[in-house]
Nanobody, 121 residues
């Protein structure tokens, strides 16, 4: 069992930045990623990174969001810049297999508890 603990959510104005963190004893064994969910919509993939460091981003966040990881700390980061209203939602860290890299929920083995991001003027 892997426990994923997210932090870093909050409320910001449009155009500002936030950095989300996800800590867990994954030891490079999983594809890692972030999903987000808003009420009455399905959870959608935002960004993913595979075991070789290759990244995948949703079209809506390309050029604004950046994934990175600190393997020594077993921590995954999501730097979110130039935030927009539509980026609001609950962000979930995820660990899984190659299907997660393509944002398939079926490839997620473990979920974090979620952290709220609100972008509002």
């Amino acid at each position: 069992q892997v426990q994923l603990v997210e932090s870093g959510g909050g409320s910001v104005q449009p155009g500002r930045s936030l950095r989300l963190s996800c800590a867990g004893d994954t030891y490079g064994n999983y594809v890692m990623g972030w999903f987000r969910q808003v009420p009455e919509k399905e959870r959608e993939g935002v960004a993913a990174i595979d075991r070789n460091g290759r990244t995948n981003y949703a079209d809506s966040v390309k050029g604004r969001f950046t994934l990175s990881q600190d393997n020594d700390k077993n921590t995954l980061y999501l730097q979110m810049d130039d935030l927009k209203h539509e980026d609001s939602g609950i962000y979930y860290c995820a660990a899984g297999d190659g299907r997660l890299f393509g944002f398939l929920v079926s490839g997620v083995y473990y979920w974090g508890q979620g952290t709220q991001v609100t972008v509002s003027s």
